[in-house]
């Protein structure tokens, strides 16, 4: 690891691929590989601050990036945009086009809300907004299930 610290830019491949075998040889816990993994990644992205989150991935095997925190927190990121994307596209087909003047739109509150759901309530709101009649019946879900 420590040789990992001070060596160049070009180098650092070639030790994060040596870390990553050594530690599936020699270490049998997986919580403790998947320690190993999260410090070579915590030193990649400290040291190499210039690159980019794929530069510093390419690091890495496809299946030692699925394990680290970075991998798993931008899946997360990911799939929460997506949710979001398709409750408000969903909600703008039903009640109008997102941020139109008429009566009916989301508006801009409304989709701040909507943004700061979490995965769980997202699912639930796309559940729910099957049976909405009107705008109203989003405003009552999103004040009984937005806070919680």
């Not at 990649?44 to 890495?60: C, D, G, W």
Request: a negative charge; hydrophobic letters at 40%; zero cysteines.
């Amino acid at each position: 690891m420590i040789q990992l610290i001070i060596a160049q830019e070009a180098q650092a491949p070639i030790l994060v691929q040596q870390l990553l075998q050594r530690s599936r040889t020699e270490i049998a816990d997986s919580s403790v590989a998947r320690d190993i993994i999260d410090l070579l990644e915590t030193v990649l992205v400290s040291k190499f601050a210039q690159l980019s989150r794929e530069e510093i991935q390419a690091m890495f095997l496809l299946s030692d990036i699925k394990q680290t925190r970075v991998y798993q927190e931008a899946k997360q990121e990911g799939r929460q945009e997506g949710e979001v994307r398709l409750v408000l596209r969903l909600l703008s087909k039903r009640f109008g086009k997102i941020g139109s003047p008429q009566s009916g739109s989301l508006g801009d509150r409304r989709i701040q809300i909507i943004n700061s759901l979490t995965l769980e309530q997202l699912d639930n709101l796309g559940d729910a907004l099957l049976d909405f009649g009107n705008i109203a019946d989003l405003d009552d879900w999103l004040k009984s299930h937005a806070k919680e």
